[in-house]
């Protein structure tokens, strides 16, 4: 049966949480979107690396040039793994948010952007800092996929952008976007294209050289790494040319009181002490996802989102939100409103009552979500390697359940979230309850 069974081992696979009602059950994540746990295969290899860890690029010792090497043979196989080009630079950054900003604070002209884009890929170009005169200019996605082609061929015609930056698939709908069709619409007209590749990534191979994309940025955590590393990776000229992104040691040559030589390269725009665990985690998690079979691993998660969607869809009062109904491939990436449902009730009751995990909220897209009448939080469910047909059962049931009869809980609004009444679900002495701040702040609304 396809998807019965992970694809490859994750940390916390079999992780058994507390329910409301004292009992426990296996943890259903279904939030690999927003973090994807660990491969097991990163786990061993932190574990490996952590007894060599020490300076990178600053120490004459032994495990100093063993972590000086793990970072920047981790350079090549990110490189490697989305087929950069020979002169492409891969800078390592904290995430695709820091990856999109370096990217915009380089940029020598307009860039134009879609209105259905997370606000990482948003907010760097319509709401700049420091750069007034680059302007983001944005192309009303259309109903369709060609049509939103054309627009966005008549906006690079009307005037010149030196990018056109759109996301890979999309995370809110999973769907994705012709990126070949993509480049050759932007680089007739003398632009461009930059990808962000958040969610494609964790679910898609990608060749910047095949594909024609100029830049590419995506995170670590939501591909199988969660130490914080993301990476920006893309033609050199204008990385070169721009302003050094953070300043400090590591990015100069020459250090007067007056002035700074700079480097040009990565090194130009990664000043400070970076971060070779997040940076080994992440290679060895693209190196363990480039022995995937690629029609294997996209049937597993088409299995997975197809079974979503057809039981979400059979649902009453369930709608799944899509953009483009022509969009074709997917992600595993699933997000739906109920009629009359309080998604952050739902989620809530779906953690403390059935131990899944997903996300409610606006997602970080709230421009999206606007065009698609969408006025209050939804629920994301998303899937990945380590997801099963099993997860995706258990969340069709507990829906069904909670909509033919409600929480099987008391639930009280406290500071506009809903929590369980009579909460004793143990937790760890290292992660205390929050109080009246529950750690919910930016993506939550
Ligand atoms: C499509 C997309 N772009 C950008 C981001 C931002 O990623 P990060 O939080 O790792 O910076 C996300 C995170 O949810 C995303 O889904």
Known sequence: MPAAAPLLPVIGGELRVPLIDGSDARYVNLDYAASSPALAVVAQHVTEVLPLYASVHRGAGYASQISTAAYEHA???VG??????QDDLVIFTRNTTDSLNLLASVVPGDTVVLDIE???NLLPWIAPHGHENRTGRIVMAGAMIEETLSRVDAELAA???ALLTVTGASNVTG???PLRRLASIAHRRGTRLAVDGAQLIPHRRLSLALDGVDYLAFSGHKTYAPFGAGVLVGRRDWLDAGEPYLRGGGAVTRVTLDEAG???GSARHEAGSPNVIGVAALARALQELATLDVAAWMGHEAALREQLVSGLSDLPSVRVLRVFPDSTEPVG???????GVDSRLLATALSAEWGIGVRDGKFCSHPLLERLGITEPAVRASVGVGSRRADVDVLLEALGRFL???????YELVGGHWVAAEDHRPRPGWAPELGDDRGYYGCAV
Request: hydrophobic share 45%; glycine share 6%.
């Open 118 to 120: 997370h606000h990482a």
């Open 404 to 410: 033919a009869e409600g929480p099987a809980w008391q």
């Open 262 to 264: 700079w480097r040009t």
């Open 75 to 77: 350079r090549r196989t």
């Open 159 to 161: 005037a010149p952008a």
């Open 175 to 177: 769907e994705t976007l």
């Open 333 to 339: 990436v699933v997000s739906f409103s109920v009629d």
């Open 80 to 85: 490697d793994f989305v087929g950069a080009r």
